[in-house]
């Protein structure tokens, strides 16, 4: 028998979506000293590739990292396959690498086994974790905290974001970058603003009450964004939810889109904002229903419903602010079926997997 959902604002999720701006602002304030080493390690140790473990909200994190760490330090990044250490036992040779892990809680044992292989072999090892006591960090040679204090409701939110600072901060500090950083320090004002959309979220919720399948597109940076937001809608409000870049959805998946059919489009201000320009035209011109999430006057305009966000971000920067509507849409949502947004069924705050 399902119960009735408490009131938004004395639920978990509610108060920890709105303690990112501070929590990401935590992690920058004491994450300098201990990232800015392990950039030096990198640089001395001349690394050019970088190997990711992490599940879940964590490995949409990395997927941003994938972006970031090539596109402004040269590194190529990949993501691990865990399966290759704890089930196959067969897992590959390192060399001059650096393997990261990421993990909110440091739990699981095979992203665990991926950093303790990679220490056996004597590769470079970091974690980004929520628990610096964590197995995870045991393994690491370098443990870059989360700071941001104990989050209860299972669906990751400041968790995430704090992640993305994380790999952030790395970025600029590897890069040596004083712009980048002044622009980086300046993201938890960005992302309070964001809240001034919040009114506007319910209608939006009630809009989509019945909604049992839609997709979320971006690509570059924001290609993170599309799984998150997906990961979070899918937890949230048991909806069909599929990720895409919009460069894959044209490769066979647009033949879902009919009339009314549901695309969410994350195309923030930058370098890809013609790109899913042309793409919104695609589908537009199919007779799909878009909610854009943006900054830019002419994406906005495409959208039957448009999510402002603020003005000023560079793309770079932009997954810490583009998440945002996507993690209150979900909520509301959730809330408008009358589900308990502390408490999905079928799922916990730790998954141990292997």
């Known amino acids: 028998m399902m119960t009735k959902a408490p009131s938004l604002q004395n639920t978990h999720l509610f108060r920890e979506i709105h303690e990112q701006p501070q929590a990401v602002a935590r992690l920058l304030a004491r994450n300098m000293d201990m990232t800015r080493a392990l950039a030096q390690e990198i640089r001395a140790r001349e690394i050019s590739h970088v190997i990711i473990a992490a599940r879940g909200t964590s490995d949409n994190a990395a997927r941003y990292a994938k972006y970031l760490l090539g596109a402004h330090n040269g590194l190529f990044v990949g993501l691990a396959a865990p399966s290759l250490f704890t089930i196959y036992q067969q897992p590959p040779r390192f060399g001059q690498t650096l393997v990261l892990g990421i993990s909110q809680s440091g739990k699981s044992p095979d992203i665990v086994s991926v950093l303790a292989e990679a220490r056996r072999q004597g590769a470079l090892t970091a974690a980004i974790t929520n628990v610096p006591e964590s197995d995870l960090a045991q393994q690491a040679a370098y443990v870059l905290p989360l700071h941001a204090g ?143 999430i943006s900054d830019a006057e002419e994406a906005l305009a495409m959208g039957r419903i448009g999510l402002r966000l603020p003005q000023g971000v560079e793309e770079w920067l932009s997954p810490l602010v583009t998440i945002m509507p996507g993690q209150l849409l979900a909520m509301y949502l959730a809330a408008t079926r009358d589900y308990d947004v502390d408490q999905p069924r079928g799922i916990r705050k730790v998954t141990e997997t292997r």
């Open 150 to 292: 104990s989050e209860q409701a299972v669906a990751a939110t400041k968790t995430y974001t704090t992640e993305l600072a994380a790999i952030a901060l790395l970025s600029v500090l590897l890069e040596d970058d004083e712009a980048r950083l002044e622009a980086l320090m300046e993201a938890p004002i960005f992302m309070a603003r964001v809240f001034e959309i919040e009114p506007s979220i319910p209608p939006v919720a009630e809009r989509y009450r019945f909604l049992s399948a839609c997709v979320t597109v971006g690509r570059g940076y924001n290609y993170a964004t599309a799984f998150e937001m997906a990961l979070k809608l899918k937890e949230l409000t048991y909806t069909v939810v599929e990720p895409y870049s919009s460069a894959d959805f044209l490769h066979g998946p647009l033949a879902l889109v009919q009339h009314g059919f549901p695309v969410i489009v994350i195309a923030p201000s930058g370098k890809m904002l013609p790109e899913m320009m042309d793409f919104m035209a695609t589908v537009k011109g199919r007779q799909a229903e878009l909610l854009v």
